[in-house]
């Protein structure tokens, strides 16, 4: 099984780049065997190609949901096609679902696709996350590493 955790983000944004930072960390570590890491920034081409013929896709991203900094959301992607108008993955400006439509048929979309969205404290011009992000990043990367153990 092909599994493909995808950062999205940017890092000089503070807590906007959290998914970057969780992809540093999972490369560091000994991850089960089909399973890829991959640093997309915001780009959404990046996006699509490192999901391309995997069986599964988790992007890790920040995500406004009016919760407390740190808050850690899981959505698949028939819950995304009914929030989509609530959900906006910041990938040039345009939408998941965007992104999704544009690539099928150009490439192979995995049949489950996983976004872990993180709470952001501050998305300001620095690099580095928040104080409340670096107390909650171990949680974070270990809801990532419970996802990857969820096999399709």
């Known amino acids: 099984m092909k599994i493909a955790v995808i950062g999205v983000g940017n ?3 503070m807590d906007e780049g959290i998914g970057i ?5 999972l490369k560091s570590m000994d991850l089960p065997e089909g399973v890829e890491v991959f640093d997309c920034d915001t780009d959404p081409f990046l996006v699509l190609e ?3 013929g995997v069986d599964k896709a ?6 406004k949901g009016n919760s407390e900094p740190g808050t850690i959301h899981r959505f698949e992607i028939d819950e995304l096609e009914c929030k ?7 990938l040039h400006n345009m939408t998941f679902m965007d992104v999704l439509r544009m690539g099928k048929g150009i490439f192979e979309i995995p049949k489950e696709i ?10 300001d011009a620095g690099i580095g996350l928040s104080e409340e992000l670096r107390g909650k990043f171990q949680d974070i990367v270990r809801v990532v ?8």
């Open 145 to 152: 590493m419970d996802e990857i153990s969820r096999r399709v």
């Open 21 to 25: 930072h969780v992809i540093e960390e």
């Open 58 to 63: 988790i992007i890790v991203d920040a995500y």
């Open 114 to 123: 996983v976004v872990i969205g993180v709470e952001p404290a501050k998305i």
């Open 84 to 90: 989509e108008r609530e959900f906006d993955l910041s």
């Open 50 to 52: 490192s999901m391309d």
């Open 11 to 13: 890092i000089l944004l």
